[in-house]
Nanobody, 125 residues
Framework: QVQLVESGGGLVQAGGSLRLSCAAS????????VGWFRQAPGKERAFVAA????????YYADSVKGRFTISRDLAKDTVYLQMNSLIPDVTAVYFC??????????????????WGQGTHVTVSS
């Protein structure tokens, strides 16, 4: 069992940057695969980025490639999502998720078993 707590959201102007953090507590989090998803108002939750437990492999939604970077600090049990060149379309609640061994599909939210409460990101034009 792990508990996930996101932070780092806020209001930023278009073109700006934010770094989201997902702090984990619980056993053996360093071996968990992790993902970031977002849910905009009135829309379904959507995949953003994911990482295998060592970070050897990472996955990104096409819309964020080259602008967002997922990383993790194993010593701190924390996962980050660096978001650059932000645009208003990415305004959403961002969630981190974890799977103990690696989900069947890193891009499917239903494949993850553990979720944080979310952090709001608002990008103004």
């Amino acid at each position: 069992q792990v508990q996930l707590v996101e932070s780092g959201g806020g209001l930023v102007q278009a073109g700006g940057s934010l770094r989201l953090s997902c702090a984990a507590s619980g056993r053996s989090f360093s071996t968990y695969a992790v993902g970031w998803f977002r849910q905009a108002p009135g829309k379904e939750r959507a995949f953003v980025a994911a990482s295998t437990w060592r970070g050897i492999s990472t996955y990104y939604a096409d819309s964020v490639k080259g602008r967002f970077t997922i990383s993790r600090d194993l010593a701190k049990d924390t996962v980050y999502l660096q978001m650059n060149s932000l645009i208003p379309d990415v305004t959403a609640v961002y969630f981190c998720a974890a799977h103990p061994t690696g989900p069947a599909s890193y891009r499917e939210d239903k494949a993850y078993g553990f979720w944080g409460q979310g952090t709001h990101v608002t990008v103004s034009s």
